[in-house]
Structure formats: structure tokens, C-alpha cells
């Protein structure tokens, strides 16, 4: 036993150790779908840096920075704050219903000085954060216990419920499947899960009708784009028609003309991903969504390396965040989902989808840096 | 420890589990979109050039018509255009000032502006001023820099370099209405024209050409990113007429102010070489647009200017008709040309008395004099032996009251009564109405086409047709060879007769028009004819006081003279109405003489032969004789049905009033045998050599 690598724990690292133990080859990667964006960002401008790809290069250093910062941040002193930020964030999320701005029907923001900060991107992460510390000094019996689930089910279902009231279906969504995956991680029955998922369709015919309209609209669309092909329909039919004229090989750089002549909505933001499909084609498509693949792959092969329980659910956690921001955003672009104005992380244009999201990866990669800390079991508070 | 390893193991499983998702998912994802991509992908490439490639048809350049020695009579002339748009300038106002300080804009055409560039998207162009001349666009050109967001464009708009000269030929163009762009959606096309009347309406097909495309680049506001391909327009073909410009505007100052028409045929294929309706119009303002003065003008006008008198004016044929009733006699045998009859001055059918114009009578006549002096009796008597129906069939045959194949539109058929054609209107057929058909008055009305179709068949024997178009692009249309034409049918002796009576109108001592001889020794044949637009009271007559030349303007009787030369190798045929010119003798024949003057010495015809072709009357003359000599004895062919009262029983009151392009029946007359189709030896024109 005392062989076992995995026992030699330490308590701390010097600095110069720890950015040796950052994974240099993760950042790269990063680096990499930063590029992707600035590429198709120049091209969304019309083959010019400026607006959209020069502020890009920009966000992402600083937000380089930030994830460098937090990754040399212990992970347990960051499980200490883990409660605290939920407060926070939830306490944010509760204010942005009051004072928030409004914009292209729900997604709300609040405005900090010329940043625009979405609480309910915080949320995310906050709730990771929460849901790991929670389950973190939970034994197996423990977690078996149903009363010991409660408390966490209602740190996930009070930020959803906020979320909905944005109202924002989407991320509400999100959010509560990343909450379900820590859940599931943590080793939470089987059963249980089906329980919660078997009354889902008939909640689902309860929800709908009592969506918003433009919500039920986006559903109606999702079903027949083409009902309504100058309305509701408009964004996914163009967007279509985008990734099919792209075929194999794409139009090349500077040639899409679904984007270039702004048949394309929003093409700098959620429709970045039919801007690459267009003028790169199904191959360069496939190379981004390969690399947005290794990311999150790799998210968890950071979660399945790490020796604490605490690291494994937030790594997890956060890596099946970035997942669920790439599934939602390539499925809405192609049409195999509602729309749901979720941006393509790293390569939409954005501030502060892009701070939230390299903060989460400083997070994950502070869990990488610490993987073999000594990190016992949270003090039990019975 | 145990509780680590336990922890471990589940969080690995699942963790893997959830990682074999994601990549399911992810793999899901990469399948849809190979379908989107590449098994659909054709689909949607067509989808995505629909939304970009936006195809817009140019306007041809409509075709030039062109008279028989290559003059253009319309042709199309390069129109500059500044166009405004908006969004390339900073202050549409200030543009505008300046473009105003250079090419003045009226107060209302800033404000058509201001509302156009409110109404349409910025980068829209605007027209600001069309038809710049030439100085205009240099001082555009010299000041743009003062003058963002202005844009000099070319098209092109239809001239008439003849103005009215040509109107009622022509015709004109007019912005095509939304019924005709339902019809043909290539009339949508911004500066396209469509013709409205005259040649430009009749060969409209031909002059029209074959739109050019060009395909655009357009985003999804619909602004145009650059050109991808031109595909330039086919000019429509050119169409030549018949119409000699220059005997046309000697035509036309020959009559002068007089509200009259005129029509010169080449009476061996029908070709039209003059047709002039007077006053006329200048069909360039229908291009750009008519003021309501200028309408009310035209329409206020009891001469009539937009009419097409020549095709459309209706009159009674008067004394004109005199041949085709004797012909109508000869062929059915009902007169011989040696019996004489006697004109005692009047004929009294009944209770009726029908006068002659010549009070005293000419005393006994063959046909021969009967035409010469263009007695009336003599005719009454023809007509109440032929009847009404063989003359209206003789009529129809040589080209009146029948439809014609002028290639103009809205040409009248004119009528010629028959007793079906009385029937149908409810009344049983009178001796008196044949007896007033006899001299051309009563229900009859022709249009001077007709007359000159009438006056060329005469003197051809050929069923020719008269038409305006000869040569489309560059093929000679086939009615231009004469031996397109069928014989009449008629016998030749029978023609023969007529011509001699017709020569001897003009050149015998004592014929009803001496003014028309010609002073150059070539022969002319003719005839008078008077036709009354009011009856004449038996009052008025027995008192001895009427005299047709004190009446008011519009009461008097119109002028008319067919006539044909050179009398042995007839090359021209004319019909001339002087409309309210009181008799034919003295106001129709001079003008009649001086436009075969005119003709003759021109020979339009002739010249058009290629080299070394046979001239007729080669010796002519190039003066025109001078009008000033007319004198005023003799009237002839003031002829009067002296009727009891409106509505009598007898005849009398069937003079109608004929003015011109309004006429009493719409109803076509009665349709006359078919001309004969077989060619035969009584060919009246000599033969002659045909290229």
C-alpha cells in the first residue's frame, strides 16, 4: 500500500511547481479553439479584425490570466468558497430579475461598469462548486440516504427556478442537467434518476402550456422551420441552408455568402458554428467539433486523474457544462434543437460568456494542479 | 480509505459512462450534420443562390422604324439620367441644393424627391432628373465632389425626329399598363415601352427585341454587391415602311390648315407612300407624359387631332362612288356602257323627286359622260336597275365599307348598306335608299383609305391590300411584289371603261375637274365628290338661295378626289377629303393635283427600283403646279337628296351626317362576294418587269 503512488499526498506545492503542473497541452488546446474563433469572427466582419475578432484576442488573454490565477488557486481553499459563491450567484441571479437588462427576449444581464455579467452563467459553476463540496465527505450509505438528497436538490431547483423566471428555458435546462450529472457522479442511485425522468413528458405538456409565446414559438419552429420561413423559422432555415451550401470542403475563407451577404442572423454570436460549416465545409466543421471534443474529453480525463472527491465532481461538473454549451449550440445551428441563444464558447463573440467560461476552466485546472493534495472528507457539520 | 476506493470506482464507471455520451452525442451531431452537408448538400447550394443571385432582366433597345429610303421616323436616343441615393451621402439636402444651383429643381420635384427618399431603402437610387443635355452632365461631372450620392446613369427614350408629322402613322409608346404586365412580365422591366398606337402598336412584337438578363449579387436587404453576369439585350428588329418622308411633308404642307386627310398608294402592290391626317399631334408627349391643357386642346379641337382621319374618318363617298356603282351595273349586265339615258334634271321615283346636281339636266348620256359629268340622274338610274345589294358587293370588293389589312390599329370598316344590313335594324329596305346609294350618299361611309384602296384597284384590277410595313430587319415583306395580289375578277373592258370615264373627269372639256389636270403632261385620272353632313331643305333649294359655301364651317359639305396616274401605266393612286371644303371639283381636286404632282416627281416607287428598273413618267417634271389658279365655276357634285321631311317615307331624309371619327352605326356592312382569285389577262397594269 505504502507503494501506491496515489497515497503520497502532499499538503502543498511551491508556485513554480504548480504552473509546472498545469497542463500546459489543456491551454494549448484552449488556445486553439480561441484561434478557431478569431478566424471566423475576421470572417464575420467581413474579413476584418475589427469589431469583432480583435476584442476577441483580447478577452481571451485576459481571460488566460484569470484561469492561470485561479488554477494556482488551492482547490481547498476554492471548496471553502463554494457555499459562499452560491450565495452569491443565487443572490445575483435573484437581482437580475429586479434590476436586470432584458435583451432579445430573456437572457438577462446585469451591467457591472461596461461589463455585462449573466449571473446564471455564474450560477453554473457556483452550483458545481456547491453540489461538489456537498457530496465531497458524503459516504456511499449516505448518499443512498434520500434525506441527504434533499438539501442539494433544492441548491439545484432554486437557481433553476429563478432562471426559468427570466425567463430563459434554456439555461434553466442546462443547469439542471449539470446539476443531475454531479448528481450522478457522486454515485446517486439509479432508480432515482428514473423516478425524477419518468414524469418528465407530462411536465413537459404541463410547461408548454404555460410557456411564453415566443418560447412556444421557438418549439413550433423547432418542429416545422419552414411554417413560418421569414418569422420564427427564418434563423434555423438560413442557418440550414448555410451548413448544406458549405458541402464537403466548405466555400472558403471570405466566401460564404450566406454570412457574408447577412442572409445569416447573428452570425457572430450563436451562428458562429454555421459561419466555420460554410466556408470550411463538413471537414472543417468536424475539426472544430473535434477539438471542442478533446476539450471536453479532456475535462474529464482531469476529473478521472484527480484523487479527491471534491475535484473529480467539479472537474466533471465543469467539463459536462462546456458539453452541454457545445451539444445545445451545434444542435440548435443545425436544427435538432430549439434555438436557445447559447453561444459557442471561446468562439462567439462575447465578453462575458468568455470570462465566466475561462474562469471555469481555471477552476478545472486548479483541480488538475491539486490533483494528488491531501483532501479528506469536508468536516462532517451533523 | 475504503470509502475513497468505493468513491473512486463508482465516480469512474459513471464518469465513463458520461464520457461515452457526450462522445455519442457528439458523434450524433457530426452524423446530422454529414446529412445537412453533403447528403443534402446540393439542395441546399440551390437554396443559397436563390437567396443571393437575384436575375434582372435589361430593357432591349426597341427597334427604329425607318421609312422606305432609310430615314428614321422613330428612333431612341440616349437619355442621361441623375439618379440620387441616399445613403451615399451625408445630407440628402445639401446634395440637392447643390445639384439645384447647377440644374434648377422646381419646388414640386423637391418634393416628389423628399417623399421618394423617405419611401425607399438608402441605397435605393432615386431619379432626380431625367433627358440631361449635354452641358447639364458636365457640370455634374465638374462639380460631383460637391455632389455625393449623385449618380449619372444612361438609358434610352423614344424620339420622333418628325414629331406630328408622322403621329398618326407611328403612333407612340407609353409606359406599359399592370394588365400588360400580367400578360407578359417582361414588361415590368423599368424604362421598357410598349407601343399604343400606329406601327409602334401593330409591330410592337417586332420592335420590342429580346430582353438581356444580368445576374446580381444581392444580401439579404436586397442591396446589390456586385454584378456576376451581363447578358446584353437584343435591339428589336427594324421596321422599314412604305412611306416616302419626303412626299409625306410635302403631303402634309400641301394641306396645310385644312382639317383634312390624304392617302397615296402605290397602286400596283398597296403599298401606303403617304397618309396624312391633319391637324396632328406630337406623339413624344405621350412618352413623358400629356398636360391636362394640352388634352383638353386636342379633344376640344372639332378638327379632330388625334384622330387618324385617313383610317378612321367616316364620310359619304359622294360622287367618288359613281364607278363602283357603274361597275356593279356592267358586271351584272344590268346597263351596257352605250345606253344613253336622259337627264331631265331630277328623277321622280314615286312621289319622290331626286334632283341633279345640275339644274336643267345634261340632257341624254352614255356612261361614258355619265362619269365625265357626274350626272345624277344617270347614277339613279343605275342604281334602281343594279339594286343595292350587287352595288354593295361591288363596293366591298374594291376595298370599302370591308375590312382592310392596314397594318394600323383602330381602322374603321366603314358601311355599306344592304337590305340584311336595313333588315337588322328593324326597317324594310326603301327604292329611295338605292336611289341615294346610287351617287354615294345616304347610309354609305368609307375612309379615305378605302377611297384610295378603291381608286388603286380601279386602275390595278389587283384585290391589293394597302399596308404601311414593307421590310422587317432585312427582309422585304412579300405584299411589296405585285404579283402578291390576285386579279379583281373584273372584266378588263369593264375597268377599262372606268379609267376612260375617270380620264376624262380630269382632261376632257367639260369634265367636272379640269383644276386637277397636271401642268406637266402627264395624265390623270380622277373624280369628284361631295358628301353633305346636313340636308338640304326643299325650301332652301326651291328658293333658289342655297348656296353650300355660306353655310357654317361644319355644315358644309366635305371635299373628296380619287384619282390614279400616269393614266396609261397607272404607278400611283390618292384619295384626298378636304373635310367641310365644301365641293370636291373646287377644293379636293387641286390638292389631288398637286399631290400627284408631288409624287410623280419624287416617283418613291420608282426609285426604289434597283438600278436600271423601269420609271414610270420619266419625263415628269419636278415643279408643283401653283394652286392660285383655281377658280370657282364649277360645282360639281353638290348632290341633293330632296327629301319631304326627318323620317318621311321615301328616301330623302337618308343623308346622314358623316363626320369624321364619329359615326352613326358601329355594325360592319354587309360582307361583299370575295374578290376573284384567279389571275387573268385583264390585268390592268401593263406588264412590267419585276426585280
Given amino acids: 500500500m505504502t507503494n501506491d503512488r496515489r497515497l503520497l499526498r502532499q499538503t502543498s506545492f511551491d508556485l513554480t511547481t504548480k504552473v509546472l503542473r498545469i497542463s500546459w497541452l489543456y491551454v494549448l488546446l484552449l488556445c486553439a479553439l480561441a484561434a478557431v474563433g478569431y478566424t471566423a469572427l475576421y470572417s464575420a466582419a467581413g474579413g476584418s479584425p475589427e469589431p469583432f475578432a480583435a476584442r476577441h484576442v483580447i478577452r481571451f488573454a485576459t481571460g488566460l490570466v484569470i484561469m492561470v490565477g485561479v488554477a494556482l488557486v488551492d482547490i481547498r481553499f476554492i471548496a471553502r468558497l463554494a457555499w459562499p459563491a452560491y450565495v452569491v450567484a443565487l443572490g445575483l441571479l435573484a437581482a437580475v430579475l429586479e434590476i436586470g437588462h432584458v435583451g432579445k427576449g430573456a437572457q438577462r444581464w446585469l451591467d457591472l461598469g461596461g461589463l455585462q455579467l449573466q449571473p446564471s452563467e455564474l450560477m453554473k459553476i457556483a452550483l458545481v462548486l456547491a453540489l461538489a463540496a456537498w457530496f465531497h465527505r458524503a459516504s456511499w450509505e449516505r448518499i443512498g440516504n434520500p434525506l441527504f438528497l434533499i438539501p442539494p436538490v433544492i441548491a439545484v431547483l432554486l437557481p433553476v427556478g429563478l432562471i426559468l423566471k427570466e425567463p430563459n428555458l434554456g439555461t434553466a435546462l442546462i443547469t439542471a442537467l449539470v446539476g443531475a450529472a454531479v448528481f450522478f457522479a457522486a454515485g446517486v442511485r439509479w432508480w432515482k434518476f428514473l423516478l425524477v425522468a419518468l414524469p418528465v413528458p407530462f411536465a413537459a405538456k404541463f410547461a408548454y402550456e404555460h410557456l411564453h409565446d415566443y418560447q412556444r414559438a421557438r418549439i413550433d419552429t423547432f418542429l416545422n422551420p419552414e411554417s413560418d420561413p421569414l418569422g420564427a423559422g427564418y434563423n434555423i432555415i438560413q442557418s440550414q441552408i448555410a451548413l448544406g451550401s458549405g458541402g464537403m470542403w466548405g466555400k472558403g475563407f471570405l466566401q460564404g455568402t450566406q454570412g457574408h451577404l447577412d442572409f445569416l442572423p447573428e452570425k457572430q454570436t450563436d451562428f458562429i458554428f454555421t459561419m466555420i460549416g460554410e466556408e470550411f465545409g463538413l471537414v472543417g466543421a468536424l475539426a472544430v467539433m473535434g477539438l471542442l471534443c478533446l476539450i471536453v474529453l479532456g475535462g474529464m480525463l482531469i476529473a478521472l486523474r484527480c484523487r479527491h472527491q471534491f475535484g473529480r465532481l467539479v472537474a466533471l461538473g465543469i467539463a459536462f457544462n462546456f458539453f452541454m454549451y457545445v451539444f445545445v449550440n451545434i444542435a440548435m445551428v443545425m436544427g435538432a434543437i430549439p434555438v436557445g441563444g447559447v453561444p459557442l464558447p471561446l468562439v462567439s463573440h462575447g465578453g462575458s460568456a468568455m470570462i465566466t467560461v475561462m474562469l471555469g476552466f481555471g477552476i478545472l485546472m486548479s483541480v488538475h494542479v491539486h490533483r494528488d493534495v491531501e483532501f479528506g472528507e469536508m468536516p462532517d457539520r451533523r | ?691
Fill in chain 2, 1 to 691: 480509505m475504503r470509502r475513497e476506493t468505493r468513491h473512486a470506482g463508482v465516480f469512474t464507471r459513471r464518469a465513463l459512462l458520461l464520457m461515452g455520451g457526450q462522445v455519442a452525442v457528439l458523434g450524433a451531431l457530426a452524423a446530422k450534420l454529414y446529412q445537412v452537408q453533403v447528403v443534402e448538400g446540393a439542395r441546399y447550394t440551390t437554396m443559397a443562390n436563390e437567396n443571393r443571385i437575384s436575375a434582372r432582366m435589361i430593357a432591349p433597345p426597341r427597334g427604329r422604324i425607318l421609312d422606305r429610303f432609310g430615314v428614321p421616323l422613330a428612333a431612341n436616343r440616349v437619355n442621361w439620367r441623375a439618379l440620387l441615393i441616399a445613403e451615399q451621402t451625408n445630407d440628402v439636402q445639401a446634395t440637392l441644393d447643390n445639384f439645384a444651383r447647377i440644374v434648377p429643381l422646381a419646388d414640386h420635384e423637391r418634393a416628389r424627391l423628399d417623399r421618394e427618399v423617405h419611401r425607399h431603402r438608402r441605397f435605393i437610387p432615386v431619379m432626380v432628373r431625367e433627358f440631361l443635355t449635354w452641358d447639364d452632365m458636365a457640370a455634374i461631372e465638374v462639380n460631383a465632389p460637391d455632389l455625393p450620392g449623385i449618380l449619372v446613369d444612361v438609358g434610352t427614350s423614344r424620339i420622333y425626329p418628325f414629331g406630328e408629322q408622322f403621329a398618326h402613322i407611328i403612333g407612340y409608346v407609353a409606359p406599359p399598363s399592370e394588365a400588360d404586365v400580367a400578360e407578359d412580365p417582361l414588361l415590368a422591366l423599368p424604362g421598357i415601352r410598349i407601343g399604343r398606337a400606329g406601327i409602334e402598336s401593330t409591330q410592337d412584337q417586332v420592335l420590342r427585341g429580346r430582353a438581356g438578363a444580368v445576374q446580381l449579387e444581392v444580401n439579404a436587404v436586397g442591396r446589390v454587391i456586385r454584378e456576376l453576369d451581363r447578358q446584353e439585350g437584343l435591339q428589336g428588329d427594324e421596321v422599314g415602311l412604305a412611306i416616302d418622308s419626303g412626299l409625306q411633308q410635302a403631303v402634309l404642307n400641301r394641306l396645310a390648315e385644312e382639317s383634312a386627310s390624304a392617302v397615296v398608294l402605290d397602286c400596283r402592290n398597296g403599298e401606303v407612300l403617304a397618309m396624312v391626317s391633319n391637324p396632328s399631334f406630337d406623339p413624344s408627349l405621350f412618352n413623358s407624359g400629356v398636360s391636362q391643357a394640352q388634352w383638353v386642346e386636342w379633344t376640344k379641337d372639332r378638327r379632330t387631332p388625334l384622330i387618324n382621319k385617313a383610317t378612321a374618318g367616316l364620310y359619304a363617298p359622294g360622287s367618288t362612288f359613281k364607278m363602283a356603282v357603274a361597275l356593279a351595273g356592267l358586271e351584272s349586265h344590268a346597263i351596257t356602257p352605250t345606253e344613253r339615258f336622259s337627264c331631265p334634271g331630277h328623277l321622280d321615283i314615286g312621289d319622290t323627286r331626286f334632283h341633279c346636281w345640275r339644274v336643267g339636266g345634261h340632257g341624254s348620256l352614255d356612261l361614258r359622260g355619265g362619269l365625265k359629268n357626274s350626272c345624277d340622274v344617270y347614277f339613279y338610274e343605275v342604281a334602281r336597275r343594279t339594286g343595292i345589294d350587287r352595288i354593295a358587293a361591288m363596293a366591298n370588293r374594291l376595298g370599302m365599307g370591308t375590312q382592310l389589312a392596314i397594318d394600323l390599329p383602330e381602322a374603321r370598316n366603314g358601311l355599306i348598306p344592304t337590305r340584311e344590313w336595313r333588315m337588322g335594324h328593324g326597317h324594310a329596305w326603301n327604292i329611295g335608299d338605292t336611289i341615294v346609294s346610287g351617287i354615294g350618299q345616304g347610309y354609305i361611309q368609307v375612309t379615305p383609305l378605302q377611297l384610295a384602296t378603291y381608286a388603286a384597284r380601279l386602275a390595278s384590277g389587283r384585290a391589293l391590300e394597302p399596308h404601311l410595313t414593307r421590310r422587317i430587319g432585312n427582309s422585304l415583306q412579300p405584299g411589296a411584289r405585285p404579283e402578291t395580289w390576285p386579279s379583281l375578277g373584273l372584266s378588263e373592258r369593264s375597268l377599262h371603261i372606268m379609267r376612260e370615264g375617270m380620264w376624262a373627269v380630269v382632261n376632257e372639256p367639260g369634265g367636272t375637274a379640269p383644276l386637277a389636270r397636271l401642268p406637266n403632261g402627264v395624265q390623270m385620272a380622277g373624280k369628284t365628290g361631295s358628301a353633305q353632313v346636313r340636308r338640304v331643305s326643299r325650301e332652301l333649294r326651291e328658293h333658289g338661295h342655297f348656296n353650300s359655301a355660306k353655310l357654317p364651317w361644319e355644315y358644309r359639305p366635305h371635299a373628296l378626289f380619287v384619282a390614279f396616274a400616269p393614266y396609261d401605266a397607272p404607278r400611283y393612286a390618292l384619295a384626298v377629303v378636304v373635310e367641310h371644303g365644301n365641293a370636291g371639283a373646287a377644293a379636293a381636286a387641286p390638292v389631288a393635283r398637286d399631290l400627284m404632282m408631288s409624287t410623280l416627281s419624287r416617283d418613291p416607287a420608282g426609285r426604289n427600283e434597283p438600278p436600271g428598273g423601269p420609271v414610270a413618267g420619266g419625263s415628269i417634271l419636278g415643279a408643283t403646279a401653283s394652286s392660285g389658279t383655281a377658280s370657282s365655276g364649277a360645282l360639281a357634285g353638290g348632290t341633293v337628296a330632296d327629301g319631304p321631311t326627318a323620317g318621311g317615307a321615301v328616301a330623302g331624309g337618308a343623308v346622314g351626317g358623316a363626320v369624321s371619327g364619329r359615326s352613326v352605326f358601329g355594325g360592319p356592312a354587309a360582307g361583299g362576294p370575295a374578290p376573284g382569285r384567279t389571275l387573268t389577262a385583264q390585268d390592268a397594269v401593263p406588264a412590267r418587269p419585276v426585280p
